[in-house]
């Protein structure tokens, strides 16, 4: 239904959890739209305006006031949407809806000291992200997957003195500002007689502007802008751990084209159920190396246009001993390459659809399956007023591509969705713990053995003696001053 004020909402009354009632909403239009220079301020704005309080009243205080419900509501600012999602009880849906007026009728106003106070507390959260190995790891896939495009850029402490704290909170309150721009889709257990009169009374109240703030035509976007390495891209980042542990990712880029897009993303869901199923059969039951990998997807590097492509990349994450990454990551990347080569056994397609069609059917058991199945259907390239054809529509590119999948359809996939072969293009990143000093200095040497093989070994010998006679050379004179 649509409100009075243009606010689009769906609802699906379901019993599969007693106390739990979950929505979302959303409207198109996010940080891609920014200029670089108004990116920094504006990425902030969540951060700033959250600490400040973006429903009216200060965190702490708005705790005090919630104390003895069970209403959750949080927001989100994109590259291509803004969104709004919540958690709640039956009982406490009043609650909800009316943290969701709060935030579209509240102006964030920050204060000087408040300012202060926030910019203070950001700081040292960025501090002490910057001192997480996995922060400055997955800066660095960011930064070489993405071709170190502003958007992608890690928000360093020191970048805190360009950023403008008024523009940060007035851009957020742009964000959740129109409500003739967003849909809303509630699912869980909802009593209608109850629950509508409050949508309209929350929902429904909350005012339309007299102009249009942030109302985008998802076809005129702005892309972000990102190029992924056209190449084969290998690199080490170290850091200090108090307990020695390693990381891998490999990605691959994926572009999809053509008029059967919404089909390839099906297909790319079953290839990276299959990856990631005989990717572990190698690296755990047959080597014995690791516990777990895992095969994400990401889609979202185009903009949410209906005729344009859809670019993202396919990952693969694992851990493992320090002294096996390298060596694991041949054997991924050979595995691939067969898969691609030769093709899946008849028993992984049979394997593979099985789990696919267990986790659809244990999805239409749980909430949040519907709420992200009816979201999906209102973004669909194919949404053009009526939800029910959308919702039908991924049905039937769900149906056809799992009637096609063969061993050879799957191989096919593979050769077209991914870099064909797959050894051509990829960035592969590994976090290491950083060595001590001495360490480091050995660890080259051999190395640089390794590399020059038997002929090479009485250059490495004689080159490495003198470098540590330097070394102790040195620190002795500098025993000596001191």
């Known amino acids: 239904m649509v409100l009075s004020n243009g606010m689009r909402i769906c609802y699906k009354c379901t019993d599969f959890l007693d106390d739990q009632v979950i929505f979302s909403g959303f409207a198109y239009g996010g940080l891609s739209e920014l200029s670089e220079t108004d990116y920094l301020s504006c990425s902030m704005g969540s951060t700033i305006a959250g600490e400040i309080g973006v429903f009216g009243y200060k965190p702490s205080v708005l705790t005090d006031m919630l104390a003895g419900k069970r209403a959750e509501v949080g927001t989100k600012v994109g590259a291509y949407m803004r969104s709004f999602s919540g958690d709640c009880s039956p009982s406490d849906l009043e609650t909800a809806l009316q943290l969701v007026y709060q935030l579209f009728l509240t102006s964030v106003m920050p204060g000087d000291e408040e300012v202060k106070l926030v910019m203070q507390m950001t700081k040292e959260a960025i501090k002490a992200q910057e001192r997480d190995p996995f922060t400055a790891f997955a800066n ?5 997957n993405y071709g170190k495009s502003y958007f992608f850029k890690p928000i360093r402490a020191k970048d805190l003195k360009n950023v403008d704290p008024i523009k940060s909170c007035q851009y957020f309150d742009s964000c959740f500002k129109d409500p003739s721009t967003f849909s809303v889709v509630i699912v869980g257990n909802i009593e209608p007689a109850i629950a509508l009169p409050l949508i309209l009374q929350y929902l429904g109240g909350i005012p339309k502007p007299d102009k249009p703030v942030m109302h985008f035509n998802r076809d005129e976007l ?7 390495p056209k190449s084969v891209v290998r690199e080490v980042v170290r850091s200090q751990m108090v307990e020695a542990q390693c990381s891998v990712q490999i990605t691959f880029p994926v572009d999809l084209k053509g008029p059967h897009v919404m089909e390839e993303i099906h297909f790319v869901g079953f290839l990276s159920k299959l990856l990631e199923t005989r990717i572990m059969q190698v690296l755990r039951f047959k080597h014995g190396q690791i516990y777990s990998v895992n095969v994400s997807v990401f889609l979202g590097g185009n903009k949410p246009s209906r005729t ?8 693969v994450n694992f851990s493992c001993d320090p002294d096996s990454s390298w060596r694991l990551v041949g054997l991924s990347l050979d595995e691939m390459l067969c898969l691609q080569e030769q093709g899946p056994s008849d028993l992984d397609v049979s394997t593979i659809l099985e789990i696919e069609q267990r986790a659809y059917e244990n999805g239409l058991q749980e909430n949040g399956y519907w709420l992200d199945r009816i979201l999906r259907g209102y973004q669909s390239r194919f949404y053009a007023g009526d939800l029910n054809v959308s919702l039908k ?3 039937e590119w769900r149906n056809k591509v799992r009637s096609s999948l063969t061993k050879v359809t799957m191989q096919e996939a593979l050769q077209r969705i991914l870099p064909s072969p797959c050894t051509k293009q990829y960035t592969v990143v590994v976090l290491m713990p950083k060595l001590p000093r001495l360490q480091r200095l050995k660890s080259f040497l051999f190395s ?3 590399r020059l093989g038997i002929e090479g070994k009485v250059l490495i010998g004689t080159t490495g003696t003198l470098v540590l006679a330097a070394f102790w050379w040195k620190y002795s004179r500098a025993r000596n001053v001191t």
């Not at 702005?222 to 992924?228: H, I, V």
């Not at 344009?308 to 990952?315: A, K, Q, S």
């Open 140 to 144: 660095r896939v960011r930064e070489l």
């Open 448 to 450: 640089g053995e390794k």
């Open 222 to 228: 702005k892309a972000l802008p990102f190029t992924f």
């Open 308 to 315: 344009g492509n859809v670019r993202g990349d396919i990952t």
């Open 393 to 395: 529509a991924q049905d």
